[in-house]
């Protein structure tokens, strides 16, 4: 069996951090002249805490983890090209991912110079985990899982999950960036104590409806957590990110009655698109979209593009050809979208 240790890149286990002002100076003073910072526009002209232990606090308490568990990025980008830069040796190890799926999987991967395996889900989305465990080799170092998965909008299988967790010795990603429209009980984070190679990916721009903000999270036990944090840029969360998000926390409420309505109106979205005669069939999502196989879905479109509507075509995605993807929006933008079509 790999360790942690094992699967990491020489060059990371050998790396001396770089060590900012903040990381050697942690607490209270009067009087701050150790960062070269401007003493005016107080408090910007301070650089903010490397490692955001405030908003961690936070999140900590919101999603049941251990401050120590939690990595912030931008977005959920940062830490997928951080899993790949620290657990994989360009043109060596490779990637195992389900497909189709995130594209940031495979360009991060292309960007590392890293090999990127993709293994097809059946007719019905769903992952086979022999499959996936016969696509990897002995420089197999991490698999992508998407759940729910973006663009086929179903939580991946729990049973196939937990295979690849107790029969493989890798690193697995579950990248949960719309688990907040999922059923409860679908997040992998109430695990993440017994799987010292898991990792759970979540995000602030679905749900919480920060996509402007560019804040993700990654999830994982301390020795993941700290190649991570040693690994990215030292100041990579600027402080207005940091105070923006911390505030839109306290709104956990309202948060909330965003996701019922969602969830509500995808519903009705999707009963209405069954009635329309050029639509053949809407997939079960478990996320804030649907993906619709219908007539013509290039040529429709383009005709919602005449209408002012933009939705994506994934025509040309593999196991998605006729279909359209078409974010939930306010009732008044869904209804806009099924007088259109």
Not at 23 to 43: K, M, T, V, W
Request: proline fraction near 4%; charge should be negative; charged fraction near 30%.
């Amino acid at each position: 069996m790999r360790t942690i240790e094992d699967l990491t890149r020489k060059n990371i286990r050998d790396l001396a951090p770089y060590k900012c002002a903040r990381d050697e100076f942690q607490g209270e003073a009067r009087i701050y002249l150790d960062a070269n910072e401007s003493p005016f526009n107080a408090p910007y002209d301070r650089y903010p805490d490397p490692l955001q232990k405030d908003l961690k606090k936070k999140i900590s308490a919101l999603k049941k983890v251990r401050e120590s568990q939690i990595m912030l990025g931008v977005g959920s980008d940062e830490p997928i090209d951080l899993i790949e830069r620290i657990f994989c040796e360009p043109r060596i190890d490779n990637i195992v991912s389900i497909a189709p799926s995130y594209g940031m999987y495979s360009v991060e991967a292309s960007v590392n110079d890293i090999e990127f395996r993709e293994v097809f889900l059946d007719e019905n989305f769903a992952m086979n985990a022999d499959k996936m465990l016969a696509a990897t080799d002995s420089h197999t170092t991490v698999m992508f899982i998407c759940s729910p998965n973006n663009p086929t909008g179903n939580i991946i299988e729990k049973t196939e999950i937990l295979r690849l967790l107790n029969e493989w010795d890798g690193i697995v990603v579950i990248d949960e960036a719309y688990i907040d429209f999922a059923p409860e009980g679908s997040s992998w984070l109430t695990v993440l104590d017994q799987y010292e190679k898991l990792i759970v990916l979540q995000t602030f721009s679905k749900a919480w409806a920060m996509a402007g903000i560019r804040c993700g999270m990654a999830f994982a036990n301390e020795p993941i957590i700290q190649l991570m944090n040693k690994v990215k840029y030292p100041y990579n969360m600027n402080q207005l990110t940091q105070e923006y998000v911390s505030r839109q926390l306290d709104k956990k409420e309202e948060k909330e009655e965003w996701v019922k309505l969602t969830i509500s109106e995808r519903e009705r979205v999707k009963t209405e698109l069954m009635k329309q005669s050029n639509v053949s069939f809407v997939y079960p999502s478990d996320a804030n979209f649907l993906l619709v196989k219908m007539d013509d879905a290039k040529g429709t479109y383009l005709r919602l593009i005449d209408e002012g509507i933009i939705v994506r075509n994934r025509s040309n995605v593999r196991l998605c050809e006729g279909c359209l993807r078409i974010t939930i929006g306010t009732k008044e933008e869904n209804d806009e979208l099924l007088k259109a079509l």
